[in-house]
């Protein structure tokens, strides 16, 4: 292999590894959204709950 032909193969590796990086990024955010929603979508219920017990009450 030549010197070029190491740096292009060496030029695709830190592409792929950048890819790699991001899409880990992605996912970690993508994660953090869920999470965000999840907890969200709780106390939703949670409100929901509370005001179907004030309305039986009544």
């Known amino acids: 292999m ?3 032909e190491a740096r ?4 695709e590796m ?3 590894i950048e ?3 991001l899409t880990n990024e992605y ?3 993508r ?8 907890a ?3 106390e939703i219920i ?3 709950k509370e005001r179907q017990h004030v309305a039986t009450a009544l």
């Open 2 to 4: 030549t010197q070029e």
């Open 8 to 11: 292009v193969r060496a030029a």
């Open 14 to 16: 830190d592409r792929m």
């Open 19 to 21: 890819a790699m990086r």
């Open 27 to 29: 996912i970690d955010l």
């Open 31 to 38: 994660q953090q959204e869920t999470a965000l929603l999840q």
């Open 40 to 42: 969200e979508t709780r």
């Open 46 to 48: 949670a409100r929901m």
